[in-house]
């Protein structure tokens, strides 16, 4: 199968993915970087999926919001095997490689639709990105944005396609679903538009939602400042939590100006603008029984700020005991001594 890309074509290809020790045929492009390095590596390495297992319980109600290929899709399919999970990707083309990998490998627990989330019925402008399409986004009819330059990917090759957007209040209603149990949102710089759109279904259902939290697309596409989008989500959900190193323990967000600044500092400095954000209301059953039998991590560490405060002061600990012996070892070696005469005449002449 292939697609037209400005003057190139795409082609349409499979490869094999490991996911909680089961192999996933998985399809993407030739030119998609992101695929082709998921389809080379044999696994998926942006978020560490583990994370996922302790979230979704057996016959859970899931939305993939911004499914591009579907790794996390997949994920979802096997931890919630009773349940169902409906993956939203706004690119038609990425589509067709979703529901091809749905397909391939019988997943009747998966349901795939071509949609751009947001808030309800707003046109906008969607820049699919062939070279990369998880950096897909759009924009509202009115901004005055045209083909975009993203880092080092050629404006010529992004495709610009008029549509309008569904919430997710929208399509909870058109499905009839009686429950939402998860989210996940990664939608370039839109989550607020999503958050947005879904008011009555997080009132409803509070889900457990985990978010992309991209500074870079934020500021760059949306025009968001990253502190207003924090404090926003912060007032969305009842508690707020980071991943450390998109990997790691879970930290708590609190809503104060010095725990906002903390994550800030870290997004911005320390991750690359990117974090993965885990939101819940009060009440949420974060720890589920997940019928995957996974090492604990991740997720486990929920309140592990003092033990992530610890390490990090054992590490400088660490830091400035190797220091002291480097400097003691200094002290200690035969050229020191030999040139202490030397020293002292030149603090003589310098006057100290």
């Given at each position: 199968?292939?697609?037209?890309?400005?003057?190139?074509?795409?082609?349409?290809?499979?490869?094999?993915?490991?996911?909680?020790?089961?192999?996933?045929?998985?399809?993407?492009?030739?030119?998609?970087?992101?695929?082709?390095?998921?389809?080379?590596?044999?696994?998926?390495?942006?978020?560490?999926?583990s994370?996922?297992?302790?979230?979704?319980?057996?016959?859970?109600?899931?939305?993939?919001i911004?499914?591009?290929?579907?790794?996390?899709?997949?994920?979802?399919?096997?931890?919630?095997?009773?349940?169902?999970?409906?993956?939203?990707?706004g690119?038609?083309?990425?589509?067709?490689?979703?529901?091809?990998?749905?397909?391939?490998?019988?997943?009747?627990?998966?349901?795939?639709?071509?949609?751009?989330?947001?808030?309800?019925k707003?046109?906008?402008?969607?820049?699919?990105?062939?070279?990369?399409?998880?950096?897909?986004?759009?924009?509202?009819?009115?901004?005055?944005?045209?083909?975009?330059?993203?880092?080092?990917?050629?404006?010529?090759?992004?495709?610009?396609?008029?549509?309008e957007?569904?919430s997710?209040d929208?399509?909870?209603?058109?499905?009839?679903?009686?429950?939402?149990d998860?989210?996940?949102?990664?939608?370039?710089?839109?989550e607020?538009?999503?958050?947005?759109?879904?008011?009555?279904?997080?009132?409803?259902?509070?889900?457990?939602?985990?978010?992309?939290?991209?500074?870079?697309?934020?500021?760059?596409l949306?025009?968001?400042?990253?502190?207003?989008?924090?404090?926003?989500?912060?007032?969305?959900?009842?508690?707020?939590?980071?991943?450390?190193?998109?990997?790691?323990?879970?930290?708590?967000?609190?809503?104060?100006?010095?725990?906002?600044?903390?994550?800030?500092?870290?997004?911005?400095?320390?991750?690359?603008?990117?974090?993965?954000?885990?939101?819940?209301?009060?009440?949420?059953?974060?720890?589920?029984?997940s019928?995957?039998?996974?090492?604990?991590?991740?997720?486990?560490?929920?309140?592990?700020?003092?033990?992530?405060?610890?390490?990090?002061?054992?590490?400088?600990?660490?830091?400035?005991?190797?220091?002291?012996?480097?400097?003691?070892?200094?002290?200690?070696?035969?050229?020191?001594?030999?040139?202490?005469?030397?020293?002292?005449?030149?603090?003589?002449?310098?006057?100290?």
């Amino acid at each position: 199968m292939k697609m037209k890309k400005g003057k190139v074509m795409s082609c349409l290809e499979s490869g094999d993915v490991q996911i909680f020790g089961r192999v996933f045929k998985v399809y993407g492009f030739d030119d998609d970087v992101l695929y082709q390095g998921v389809k080379l590596n044999g696994v998926y390495g942006e978020f560490n999926l583990s994370n996922l297992a302790q979230l979704i319980g057996p016959s859970d109600v899931c939305l993939d919001i911004g499914a591009n290929v579907g790794m996390m899709t997949l994920a979802m399919a096997m931890l919630a095997p009773k349940g169902h999970v409906y993956a939203f990707e706004g690119s038609p083309q990425t589509t067709l490689a979703l529901t091809e990998t749905i397909k391939a490998n019988n997943l009747d627990n998966v349901s795939a639709y071509s949609a751009i989330i947001g808030h309800s019925k707003e046109k906008v402008k969607f820049f699919d990105a062939p070279e990369s399409r998880a950096s897909g986004f759009c924009v509202s009819m009115d901004t005055p944005r045209e083909l975009p330059r993203q880092g080092n990917l050629d404006p010529n090759n992004f495709q610009m396609i008029i549509s309008e957007t569904k919430s997710v209040d929208d399509l909870v209603a058109e499905l009839g679903l009686s429950r939402v149990d998860f989210i996940k949102i990664d939608v370039e710089g839109a989550e607020l538009d999503v958050l947005e759109g879904a008011r009555d279904t997080l009132q409803r259902f509070k889900p457990i939602v985990v978010m992309e939290f991209n500074s870079y697309t934020f500021t760059l596409l949306r025009d968001i400042p990253p502190r207003r989008a924090l404090k926003k989500i912060l007032a969305t959900f009842d508690d707020v939590y980071y991943f450390k190193n998109r990997t790691g323990c879970s930290i708590r967000i609190g809503d104060t100006e010095a725990e906002r600044e903390r994550f800030l500092h870290e997004n911005l400095f320390c991750n690359g603008f990117v974090d993965d954000l885990l939101c819940s209301f009060r009440g949420a059953e974060l720890v589920k029984r997940s019928v995957i039998n996974l090492p604990k991590k991740g997720i486990e560490g929920i309140e592990c700020e003092l033990k992530s405060e610890s390490e990090h002061r054992a590490q400088l600990e660490a830091a400035l005991a190797q220091k002291q012996r480097e400097i003691d070892l200094m002290y200690a070696s035969t050229s020191w001594r030999l040139t202490a005469g030397l020293r002292h005449l030149k603090r003589i002449f310098r006057g100290y």
